[in-house]
Nanobody, 123 residues
Framework: QVQLVESGGGEVQAGGSLRLSCAASLHTWNTVGWFRHPPGKEREGVAAIYSGFGTEFYGNSVQGRFSISLDNAKNTVNLQMNDLKPEDTATYYC??????????????????WGQGTQVTVSS
């Protein structure tokens, strides 16, 4: 059983930055993704990356502001979030898929999930 633990959430003013990290107990992934669940809305894919290839994927709403990166030696995936907006407020989750996900910003192919970290952006 793979355990994923997110950290780095918090409260920040609009325009600020946060860096989320996700530490995995085992390196079993080929795809790692970040998802978020805004209050009153459905969970959505934010960013994903193919391990090995380094191919990155971003949701339209975060393109150009968020950046995903992998540290395979540390079994860690990071999400750098810049120019944060109030609509980025959500619980953020990391997830891993054993294969290269065909749709890396959607949930079905992800097997392991973290418990989430809260990000609150005030205006």
């Amino acid at each position: 059983q793979v355990q994923l633990v997110e950290s780095g959430g918090g409260e920040v003013q609009a325009g600020g930055s946060l860096r989320l990290s996700c530490a995995a107990s085992l390196h079993t992934w080929n795809t790692v993704g970040w998802f978020r669940h805004p209050p009153g809305k459905e969970r959505e894919g934010v960013a994903a990356i193919y391990s090995g290839f380094g191919t990155e994927f971003y949701g339209n709403s975060v393109q150009g502001r968020f950046s995903i990166s992998l540290d395979n030696a540390k079994n860690t995936v990071n999400l750098q979030m810049n120019d944060l907006k109030p609509e980025d407020t959500a619980t953020y989750y990391c997830a891993t898929a054993p294969g290269y996900a065909n749709s890396p910003l959607t949930e079905p192919e992800y097997k392991y999930w973290g418990q989430g970290t809260q990000v609150t952006v005030s205006s």
